[in-house]
């Protein structure tokens, strides 16, 4: 067995604001059937330890960053789940009302460095010394929240050993602090410089977790060759570009218990349209396809140009759901336009029932990403026969085969991507989509293209497993 700590903020079915969530919570079970050992460290916020089933203590500290903490140890899932979970309690740190990032008013909390760092260090600990009995060979850190253990790590002597993986699931995330920060951090100041963990002048996790891990990996192949443009590094695309050779890109996968759809058959499909219609107060006689949206409401992905794309779906008899939440400016646009728009229709806040029902009864999922690690709204999308229609970025380039007129022609096309990402060329793919969605026999090829597309954690669980057994071995003496 490989064993292998994963280091993060968030962890379906325990706490979740994106994707990051998602992709943590699978792994462990997908990489069991590879024989590797992946036990999760998570921070213990109010809403996480409500959730333990019956949890033990696995590790106690006197004074971390500022209070006394302790892991927990309880399985990841319900009781009978046998994956292991690990929980940082640390009252000071996270026992809060608000988000994981944010206080109740939606403010960064201003000592998210050190509560992160605290995570961070605790790994490295876990690292150093093993955790009752359990020596992981390998620390798994997800984005800037996990960056410093690598440091950390190497600051306990103990890097030697064992081997450190820095995964990136979003460069525009990059775990700032004011450099006055460095020693409530307990940063080596020998490492705050261009090499280091220095970036203009401030901390950063994300970079310190750049420089300092053995390996690097992102969530597309098509990410990991952009992040090394200054089009979408965010200014690491140089600190990158050096470490080339230690990166690589895998495809996330999706949790098909989590995301299995309500229907065996294409045909079954309508009877969820014809639900979701009716939920939603959209007409059911409107010839165009019903469009869905499931998004954080962000610069990022791109809302703001479907906004102004959405005539050319609208006029021609299409219509949109969209769930979401994020900026203020764009939830009152998208709210403003459904009380105007009889086939709009638009719900603010989380729901993830709301979303498989969305998923379940929609015709295509838009996601018009200016850019997209991996995205997997179009993975859920693409095994519910709901044919994604994506920004040519990322991720998105990666996973879905444009109905191109070769792709039509090899009868292989599972959606549309356009490009650049512009409100005409949204507008223009949206026209492609209704002409596609009025050929029916094209249609439903595509839904059973979508529906057979290789989209579970099978093929990327075992490129995780052989990066794992390739950083153990390097570390053998
Ligand atoms: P990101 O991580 O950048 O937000 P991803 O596509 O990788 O984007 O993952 C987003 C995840 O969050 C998906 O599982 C999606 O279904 C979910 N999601 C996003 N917004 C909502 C929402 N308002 N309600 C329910 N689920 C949402």
């Known amino acids: 067995m490989t064993r292998v700590l994963s280091v993060a903020s968030e962890c379906v079915p325990l706490i979740k604001t994106g994707g990051l969530a998602d992709v943590v919570g699978a792994l462990p079970g997908a990489l069991a059937v590879h024989g590797v050992d992946m036990r999760v460290l998570l921070p213990g916020y109010r809403q996480v330890i409500d959730k333990l089933a019956a949890p033990t203590v696995a590790a106690e500290y006197g004074d971390l960053f500022g209070g006394p903490a302790r892991v927990l140890k309880a399985p990841l899932g319900d009781a009978k789940s046998k994956q292991v979970l690990y929980v940082l309690e640390a009252p000071h740190l996270f026992d809060r009302d608000g988000g994981p990032y944010m206080d109740p008013k939606g403010n960064d909390w201003r000592d998210n460095p050190e509560r992160f760092a605290a995570l961070s260090s605790v790994a490295a600990m876990i690292g150093a010394d093993g955790i009752e009995d359990w020596h ?18 190497r600051e306990l002597g103990a890097a030697g050993r064992v ?9 525009a995330f990059q775990g700032m602090a004011s450099a006055s920060r460095i020693g409530t951090l307990g940063l080596p100041r020998t490492g705050f410089h261009q090499r280091g963990y220095e970036f203009w002048d401030s901390v950063s996790a994300l970079k310190a977790g750049l420089v300092y891990s053995d390996k690097l990996s992102t969530v597309s192949p098509t990410y990991a060759s952009e992040l090394m443009t200054k089009e979408f590094g965010m200014g690491l695309d140089g600190v990158l570009r050096e470490r ?41 006689d409107w010839p165009g396809p019903l469009c869905v949206v499931i998004s954080r409401l962000t610069e990022q992905k791109g809302l703001d140009i479907l906004m102004q794309a959405l005539p050319a779906l609208l006029d021609r008899g299409g219509q949109l759901a969209l769930l979401g939440s994020g900026n203020p400016g764009l939830e009152e646009a998208f709210q403003r336009k459904a009380q105007k728009h009889p086939g709009v229709a638009v719900r603010i806040g989380y729901d993830e029932d709301l979303a498989q029902r969305l998923m379940a009864g929609g015709d295509a999922i838009l996601v018009p990403s200016r850019f997209e690690p991996c995205g997997l709204t179009q993975l859920y999308g693409l095994r519910y026969g709901t044919l994604p229609l994506v920004a040519l970025t990322g991720g998105l380039a990666d996973t879905v085969i444009n109905a191109s007129p070769a792709g039509l022609a090899a009868g292989c096309a599972t959606g549309l991507q356009f490009h650049p990402v512009s409100a005409q060329a949204l507008a223009q793919a949206m026209m492609r989509l209704i002409t596609l969605y009025q050929d029916k026999e094209t249609w439903t090829r595509m839904m059973t293209n979508a529906m057979a597309s290789p989209v579970s954690w099978t093929h990327s669980a075992a490129k995780y497993a052989a990066l794992y057994q390739d950083m153990v071995k390097a570390k053998q003496p």
Request: aromatic content about 8%; glycine content about 4%; overall charge negative.
């Open 136 to 153: 992981p060979q390998i620390l798994h850190c997800h984005d800037w929240q996990a960056g410093f253990a690598p440091l950390y790590l």
């Open 163 to 171: 081997s450190t993986l820095m995964t990136i699931h979003n460069i």
């Open 244 to 284: 080339q050779e230690d990166m690589v890109g895998i495809l996330n996968g999706i949790d098909e218990a989590l995301w299995t759809p309500p229907y065996k058959t294409i045909a079954e499909k309508a009877k969820h349209k014809a639900a979701l219609r009716k939920e939603l107060d959209l007409p059911d």
